[in-house]
């Protein structure tokens, strides 16, 4: 089942002396963060923040957040998680990370082989990889690309793949 609220980021620190923080995004790009007016500081929706501007610099987003007027504001604030309503998202092709996290990870012509669940996704620069971890608590790495990955059904909860040899070998 696909969640209603997504992570956007982690506000890591201040900027400046207006009370904007910084935040780390965990979505692909701050242009993501920019499309949001408002914010959520649950994971809930409980929690509404409106966003008053976002801008990039760097690799962070500089986000103004109303009620927030001052560095000390700001800190307090330091380690908060950032969410999205996905209603209020752009459109995407594929699939979003927090979306794949828990699928079961079978293999694409045989179903009754499960290597695992789908545990984390981080970017190598060339592709994504993939952790997948078995019933044991084993991780094993597996990389996205064609050859491997044959199918992804998120409202189902399930990948479909072809494995490199040697990857889930004992």
């Not at 007027?69 to 950032?82: A, N």
């Not at 084993?138 to 064609?146: A, M, Q, R, T």
């Amino acid at each position: 089942m696909q969640k209603r609220y997504l992570e956007v980021g982690q506000i890591v620190s201040t900027h400046g002396v207006r009370g904007e923080v910084r935040v780390q995004p965990w979505c692909d790009d701050v242009a993501f963060m920019k499309h949001f007016r408002t914010l959520y500081r649950s994971g809930d929706g409980t929690r509404p923040v409106r966003v008053q501007s976002c801008r990039e610099h760097g690799r962070v987003a500089i986000l103004k957040l109303e009620g927030v007027d001052t560095p000390e504001q700001g800190q307090l604030l330091r380690g908060q998680v950032l969410w999205c309503d996905r209603e209020d998202a752009p459109p995407v092709d594929g699939w979003y990370i927090q979306d794949l996290l828990g699928c079961r990870v079978i293999d694409a012509d045989d179903d009754e082989v499960q290597y695992g669940t789908l545990t984390d996704v981080f970017s190598t620069g060339a592709n994504d990889v993939w952790t997948v971890t078995d019933a044991a608590g084993k991780e094993y790495l597996l990389p996205v690309i064609d050859d491997v990955v044959r199918g992804v059904d998120v409202a189902a909860g399930v990948v479909r793949i072809t494995p490199l040899k040697g990857i889930f070998d004992a």
